[in-house]
Nanobody, 114 residues
Framework: QVQLVESGGGLVQAGGSLRLSCAAS????????MGWYRQAPGNQRELVAA???????AYADSVKGRFTISRDNAKNTVYLQMNSLKPEDTAVYYC????????WGQGTQVTVSS
């Protein structure tokens, strides 16, 4: 069964850091398109950071310089390092991996207190 399992969310004070992990039940070695999205209450789901089809990375303007997406192909895992967190970063964070299908994780809650 194909699965994406996210972990690493939690409650942190403003200025703190968290690292999210997304473990896939399949090999991500040859996959280019994967990323992290978030959805705050009352808002649409938005792209936070991604590896693109061109092999580059892309970030939302609101997280540039603070968040970093990375991958470990040996562990089939995608990471999101989040530094200098702000209350407005509070949301449920979702991992997405695109192959011939579109896979989403179940989401992990990130809450940043002021």
């Amino acid at each position: 069964q194909v699965q994406l399992v996210e972990s690493g969310g939690g409650l942190v004070q403003a200025g703190g850091s968290l690292r999210l992990s997304c473990a896939a039940s399949f090999s991500i070695f040859s996959i280019n398109v994967m990323g992290w999205y978030r959805q705050a209450p009352g808002n649409q789901r938005e792209l936070v950071a991604a590896f693109t089809s061109g092999g580059n990375t892309a970030y939302a303007d609101s997280v540039k310089g603070r968040f970093t997406i990375s991958r470990d192909n040996a562990k089939n895992t995608v990471y999101l390092q989040m530094n200098s967190l702000k209350p407005e970063d509070t949301a449920v964070y979702y991992c997405r991996i695109v192959t011939e299908n579109n896979y989403w994780g179940q989401g992990t809650q990130v809450t940043v207190s002021s």
